[in-house]
């Protein structure tokens, strides 16, 4: 089975004989890699979104492959009748889980996020920043091949951010295609392997990507490894800053949601490096974007 997806001189109109918000759009999304869309609002980020996870069929071109998709829209419905445990139970069912095990996922998830106070509370009575951790939940419980995020992190805490982000990049380094548009340029900063911008209906790869100061607070590392020892590729995916003090010592600064990932792809690499300190940094202000 093609677990690529591929965009194949795809268009998507207004109606039916509206102007073309999207065409001869070709993109390829491999497993395991991390894209950000982004581009002016009004653009059609969204709809290259809805297009990826097959919410919206293309007026024209081709959509091929068949990785298992979940998606985070924009604008989550709230007016469900269900509590949210009982929400995302009953997806986890439909993904193949057992009643059983699909609400011990959920909780699991759902405690992850902040959001276990309100397993029981029903989704009409959820604020924007719980519902939208549920929206973020029943993506995630799918165990996805391709997650697509629309700005998923709108209306999220500051803790709840980070977790989304360390899920992200959990599920990236575990196989998973993750595609994502988001208002704030600082988001998972340095770890995207390509960036492309909507612009007069078509998309373009950004090849002058500047360096962005990453969101929220960082981890700093301090490694030793053998001798001519090359750092493992997953451990510098997401690397704010990397300095040699001593030749073999290697202290490496990261965002915090990415200091898991970091410490396993070293401490799992053949050889093993020797993990000397790990340090939190002390977070400068959040200047996240509110809408």
Excluded: C
């Amino acid at each position: 089975m093609q677990r690529d997806l591929r965009l194949d001189n795809v268009g998507r109109r207004f109606g039916l004989r509206g102007p073309w918000v999207l065409r001869g759009i070709h993109l390829t999304v491999p497993p395991g890699t991390l894209i950000r869309i982004e581009g002016p609002n009004g653009t059609g980020k969204s709809t290259l979104l809805r297009l990826l996870a097959r919410i919206d069929a293309p007026t024209e071109g081709r959509v091929s492959g068949a990785p298992r998709t979940a998606y985070v829209p924009e604008r989550f419905p709230t007016a469900l009748p269900f509590t949210a445990l009982g929400y995302l139970t009953h997806l986890g069912t439909v993904h193949g889980l057992s009643r059983p095990a699909a609400t011990r996922a959920a909780l699991e998830w759902l405690d992850r996020f902040g959001a276990a106070p309100y397993a029981r509370t029903p989704m009409a009575e959820l604020s924007k920043g719980s519902s939208q951790k549920v929206a973020v939940v029943q993506a995630l419980l799918a165990e996805p091949e391709l997650l697509v995020l629309d700005e998923a992190w709108t209306g999220l805490d500051a803790d709840a951010r980070a977790e989304l982000e360390r899920a992200v990049v959990e599920r990236t380094a575990g196989g998973t295609a993750v595609v994502f548009v988001d208002h704030d340029p600082r988001r998972l900063a340095g770890a995207p392997d390509a960036t492309y911008t909507v612009r007069n209906a078509g998309l373009d790869l950004r090849t002058d990507q500047p360096p962005q100061e990453p969101a929220g607070p960082r981890v700093s590392v301090v490694v030793q490894g053998p001798s001519g020892g090359q750092l493992p590729a997953d451990a510098t995916r997401a690397v704010v800053s990397a300095e040699e003090p001593t030749p073999g010592t290697h202290r490496l600064t990261v965002p915090a949601s990415h200091s898991d990932l970091l410490l396993r792809a070293l401490l799992t690499a053949r050889p093993p490096w020797h993990v000397v300190s790990v340090h939190q940094e002390p977070a400068g202000p959040d200047t996240e974007s509110r809408r």
